[in-house]
Structure formats: structure tokens, C-alpha cells
């Protein structure tokens, strides 16, 4: 098995910046790929960028492109999320996820990013 701690949420004001760390124990070797998701209340949660742990591929929704980076440090088992020019519709509860070759998804238990206009 897989645990998940996010860190670094909180409330920004538009325009501003976070960084959102995930740190990844138990099963690290089983591990394919990493990524964060989100949900704002009353829509479902949605992919916002992933990793492949080994080679460092990244894949980002259109909508965080540009503004969003994911990386990754191996050495920590941690991943990483830094996202500038926030908007308010950014807003929502950020979920680090990860992806083992069996396509089996460890969830940790999120973090509330708040971005006021």
C-alpha cells in the first residue's frame, strides 16, 4: 500500500501563488505515475497534472497550463505542484494521487486551496 500527505494549501488572493508538496510512503517501488486532481464543490473531481516517476513525463488539463508546474524529487518521494497566477476558479480541494502499474489509485486526504477575487 501507498500513503499520501498533502501539504501546502491555504488562501491566496488571485494572481498570487502556492506550492503544494505530496509525500509518498509504504509501497514507493509499486508507484508508475503521480499526480494531483481537484474538486470544487458540486463538480467532480477532475485530473490537474500528472507525473511518470521515472522518466519525469508531465501531462496538464488545459485549464492549468502555463500556470501550473508539476515535479517530482525522487530521493524524497515527493511530489510537487507550484501554481502561479491563481484564479478564483482554482479554488477547490487538491487531492495528490498515485498510480501503480496496475492501475491501482492511493488517494491522500486533500488540501483546500482558496483563491478570493
Known amino acids: 500500500q501507498v500513503q499520501l500527505v498533502e501539504s501546502g494549501g491555504g488562501l491566496v488572493q488571485a494572481g498570487g501563488s502556492l506550492r503544494l508538496s505530496c509525500a509518498a510512503s509504504g509501497s514507493i517501488f509499486s508507484i508508475n505515475t503521480m499526480g494531483w486532481y481537484r474538486q470544487a464543490p458540486g463538480k467532480q473531481r477532475e485530473l490537474v497534472a500528472d507525473?511518470?516517476?521515472?522518466?519525469?513525463?508531465?501531462n496538464y488539463a488545459d485549464s492549468v497550463k502555463g500556470r501550473f508546474t508539476i515535479s517530482r524529487d525522487n530521493t524524497k518521494n515527493t511530489v510537487y505542484l507550484q501554481m502561479n497566477s491563481l484564479k478564483p476558479e482554482d479554488t477547490a480541494v487538491y487531492y495528490c494521487?498515485?498510480?501503480?502499474?496496475?492501475?491501482?489509485?492511493?488517494w491522500g486526504r486533500g488540501t483546500l486551496v482558496t483563491v478570493s477575487s
Open positions: 507525473i511518470i516517476r521515472s522518466d519525469g513525463t508531465t
Open positions: 494521487n498515485a498510480k501503480n502499474s496496475y492501475g491501482i489509485n492511493s
